[in-house]
């Protein structure tokens, strides 16, 4: 066989450290620098020519760096030879932005995948797309992998007494009912209206939550501000417990102080980001079995699909 090898960036080095342990494979040399005025210099230190080359690494903050160093990495893979690359990207960051949603705003998800290809990436992996059509915008594979492989098994363990999912807005509707299917239970629907970027307030509850334990499930949580007061009012109507799921863990402004103080019991995130700081509430779940098994699907020309069957 022609072998794989696997670089990483610096936005996520322990998830890559993880990744790689799962492939009994040792990450493969680069050196990533900064020139003093902040540029980013890249040299790969070992030979590729011919191989399958995969690079992880998540676009999450800082976005802007950590994305410049995945093209620039795919440059220098691309130009020494290798066969082909896949960008495992564990959070695709510019996601949020996927149509016109007003006027005279740009479709950044499409930009970046625009760039992402030209650069000379053949395949993207990445998990829980802020929205699916998201796929659409390359011309190359796009595996989008699902975060409710992790959470579903430790839902289950939790023996809640009355579980119920719930969807955070009405955009993250097909997501929850996808994980209420695999739950075997029912769903309600938090409706919201969103007054500016990263604010929110919660208007109503679609469904009935008394005497349930909530389950809310998300891709992503940034300010925790739609998680936190959507905990609140499904608690004012009755639910017992109120749990989250969010894939991402962004956590930027005030997160984790209204994580602390609010009535949100426990936020089930995954290791696609690394915490900024660590947290009583926030339990982390390793998705980089999950990575290295696709990883190694892709390598051997195997269905991904089956992993989720």
């Known amino acids: 066989m022609r072998g794989y ?11 890559a450290k993880r990744v790689a342990k799962h492939l009994s494979l040792p990450l493969s040399a680069a050196e990533i620098k900064r020139f003093s005025d902040g540029e980013i210099s890249v040299q790969i230190s070992e030979s ?11 676009t999450c903050a800082p976005a802007n760096v950590n994305l410049m160093e995945l ?10 030879s290798a066969n082909s690359i896949t960008a495992v990207v564990p959070y695709f960051g510019y996601a949020r ?6 006027p005279r705003v740009p479709i950044t998800a499409k930009l970046v995948a625009n760039m992402m290809q030209t650069a000379g990436i053949d395949r993207v992996v990445t998990i829980d797309l802020h929205a699916g059509q998201i796929q659409g915008f390359f011309d190359i594979p796009v595996d989008n992998l699902y975060g409710s492989i992790v959470f579903n098994d430790y839902v289950k363990a939790k023996n809640l007494k009355s579980p119920i999912i719930a969807s955070p807005d009405i955009g993250g509707v097909a997501r929850a009912r996808s994980f209420a299917k695999l739950l075997g239970v029912d769903m309600v629907i938090v409706d919201k209206r969103r007054e500016r970027a990263n604010e929110s307030e919660v208007m109503n509850i679609i469904g009935d ?11 992503m949580i940034d300010t925790a501000g739609t998680i936190v007061k959507a905990a609140e009012v499904l608690k004012k109507r009755g639910a017992t417990s109120v749990m989250a799921c969010c894939t991402h863990a962004v956590l930027s402004g005030p997160a984790y102080e209204r994580i602390a103080k609010g009535e949100l019991d426990e936020l089930i995130v995954t290791d696609t980001i690394p ?8 339990k982390v779940l390793s998705v980089a079995p999950v990575f290295a098994e696709v990883i190694r699907r892709v390598y051997h020309n195997e269905s991904v699909n089956g992993l989720f069957i």
């Not at 090898?5 to 998830?15: C, I, L, R, W």
């Not at 590729?48 to 998540?58: A, C, E, L, N, T």
């Not at 932005?97 to 007003?102: F, G, H, V, W, Y």
Request: charged share 35%.
């Open 209 to 219: 939550v008394n005497g349930k334990d909530v389950i809310l499930v998300d891709d």
């Open 48 to 58: 590729v020519r011919g191989k399958d080359v995969f690079i992880i690494q998540p």
């Open 275 to 282: 915490l900024k700081e660590a947290s009583e509430k926030i």
């Open 71 to 80: 093209l620039i990495l795919t440059d220098a893979l691309r130009r020494s």
């Open 97 to 102: 932005q996927d149509r016109k949603a007003a």
């Open 5 to 15: 090898k696997v670089f990483a960036g610096t936005a996520n080095p322990e998830f």
